[in-house]
């Protein structure tokens, strides 16, 4: 958080940003400004406040209760990829065709899953159901400001260490549009929660974003790491006398995840870069000549997005001989979770009976 006083300094810029965001969504609101529909069920996975709130895994939450019964497609702005325009992924993509968030989808739910990105959302839907006709879900991947495309449910997510409703609209904070924006949701997750969330905290936290969204069902997820994996062929299986790590994250707030690790495994060092980073060799080299001056030298240990960054022959060749992991992760929910998947099923539900009107 920014402190305290160049908040204050920053609010009159703010509140003509936040009076900008006001007048565009209420010309959406009254149709001013058109969105369009789509004869397929439209999710919706995004936040207010820019940076990381979880929503890759919930995306692929989403994916895994879906599939195989409903035929689904992502779609994703792409950021951080080195091409333009529509694209729907191939076999022969990488992160940098693609962007690191939408090849991990490939690579994880492969030819099951429809992954494109463009710049233009609007204009990838009609390729996506030209290519996949079959498709009957399209789950948009940070898309809670992008109101060119109807959508029949609108997840609206929030780191619980940093709730929208304790910020400040940019440049004084972190929104991306004013707090009231979340009035627009169907349902709010709260991410990121430690396990030992109470019932009265949450209760407490819910109340704060109702204020906001009048009577919305609000719901707490965590994050569950599963066992780290071998990063390519010829790295041993991880065994428990593996730690302690190097752990290396590009996260918009890696927290958490130093947090677990540290705790779990045992830390050396934390090398947090930025959200989206481009690895090459020039900028992996000076932190693998530091790695290997370290005693054992230690395993290394990143995130799932970065290690699909790291599937190209220029960065293995750099990281050759290292041992490396990475660590999956997945959405859990603290508790009702059957009443958010009954929520899912209803939405789909009324969309599939008013297809058939």
């Given at each position: 958080?920014?402190?305290?006083?160049?908040t204050w300094l920053l609010r009159p810029l703010a509140a003509i940003y936040g009076a900008v965001m006001r007048l565009r969504n209420h010309l959406y609101a009254i149709g001013?400004?058109?969105?369009?529909?789509?004869?397929?069920?439209?999710?919706?996975?995004?936040?207010?406040?820019?940076?990381?709130?979880?929503?890759?895994?919930?995306?692929?939450?989403?994916?895994?209760?879906?599939?195989?019964?409903?035929?689904?497609?992502?779609?994703?702005?792409?950021?951080?990829?080195?091409?333009?325009?529509?694209?729907?992924?191939?076999?022969?993509?990488?992160?940098?065709?693609?962007?690191?968030?939408?090849?991990?989808?490939?690579?994880?739910?492969?030819?099951?899953?429809?992954?494109?990105?463009a710049e233009e959302r609007i204009l990838a839907v009609p390729e996506i159901m030209s290519q996949a006709p079959a498709t009957q879900v399209l789950v948009l991947d940070d898309?809670?400001?992008?109101?060119?495309?109807?959508?029949?449910?609108?997840?609206?997510?929030?780191?619980?260490?940093?709730?929208?409703?304790?910020?400040?609209?940019?440049?004084?904070?972190?929104?991306?549009?004013?707090?009231?924006?979340?009035?627009?949701?169907?349902?709010?997750?709260?991410?990121?929660?430690?396990?030992?969330?109470?019932?009265?905290?949450?209760?407490?936290?819910?109340?704060?974003?109702?204020?906001?969204?009048?009577?919305?069902?609000?719901?707490?997820?965590?994050?569950?790491?599963?066992?780290?994996?071998?990063?390519?062929?010829?790295?041993?299986?991880?065994?428990?006398?593996?730690?302690?790590?190097?752990?290396?994250?590009?996260?918009?707030?890696?927290?958490?995840?130093?947090?677990?690790?540290?705790?779990?495994?045992?830390?050396?060092?934390?090398?947090?870069?930025?959200?989206?980073?481009?690895?090459?060799?020039?900028?992996?080299?000076?932190?693998v000549a530091e790695w290997q001056q370290l005693p054992g030298p230690p395993p290394v240990l990143t995130t799932e997005k970065d290690w699909i960054k790291w599937q190209t022959?220029?960065?293995?060749?750099?990281?050759?001989?290292?041992?490396?992991?990475?660590?999956?992760?997945?959405?859990?929910?603290?508790?009702?979770?059957?009443?958010?998947?009954?929520?899912?099923?209803?939405?789909?539900?009324?969309?599939?009976?008013?297809?058939?009107?």
């Amino acid at each position: 958080m920014l402190p305290a006083l160049l908040t204050w300094l920053l609010r009159p810029l703010a509140a003509i940003y936040g009076a900008v965001m006001r007048l565009r969504n209420h010309l959406y609101a009254i149709g001013q400004r058109r969105s369009v529909g789509f004869q397929v069920f439209t999710i919706s996975v995004g936040n207010l406040a820019v940076g990381g709130t979880g929503k890759t895994p919930h995306v692929e939450y989403l994916l895994r209760h879906l599939l195989p019964q409903h035929p689904a497609a992502t779609l994703s702005r792409g950021y951080g990829r080195r091409t333009r325009g529509v694209r729907l992924a191939q076999p022969t993509d990488t992160a940098a065709t693609l962007g690191d968030e939408p090849m991990q989808f490939w690579r994880k739910f492969g030819p099951a899953v429809t992954v494109a990105v463009a710049e233009e959302r609007i204009l990838a839907v009609p390729e996506i159901m030209s290519q996949a006709p079959a498709t009957q879900v399209l789950v948009l991947d940070d898309a809670y400001q992008h109101q060119k495309i109807q959508r029949h449910l609108n997840l609206l997510l929030t780191d619980w260490a940093r709730p929208f409703y304790h910020d400040w609209v940019l440049p004084a904070g972190r929104l991306r549009e004013p707090r009231q924006g979340a009035n627009r949701a169907d349902a709010v997750l709260v991410t990121k929660c430690p396990p030992s969330l109470d019932t009265p905290t949450q209760a407490r936290m819910a109340a704060q974003v109702r204020a906001y969204a009048p009577g919305v069902p609000v719901f707490f997820t965590g994050l569950r790491y599963h066992p780290p994996q071998p990063a390519w062929p010829g790295v041993a299986p991880w065994s428990a006398a593996s730690g302690p790590v190097v752990l290396v994250s590009g996260l918009a707030n890696a927290q958490p995840l130093e947090d677990y690790v540290r705790q779990t495994f045992g830390l050396v060092r934390h090398l947090a870069l930025a959200d989206h980073f481009a690895y090459t060799p020039a900028r992996l080299q000076p932190w693998v000549a530091e790695w290997q001056q370290l005693p054992g030298p230690p395993p290394v240990l990143t995130t799932e997005k970065d290690w699909i960054k790291w599937q190209t022959p220029e960065i293995q060749a750099v990281l050759q001989g290292m041992v490396v992991y990475y660590l999956p992760v997945e959405v859990s929910f603290l508790d009702q979770e059957a009443e958010f998947l009954a929520l899912l099923a209803q939405k789909m539900a009324a969309w599939q009976a008013n297809q058939a009107t």
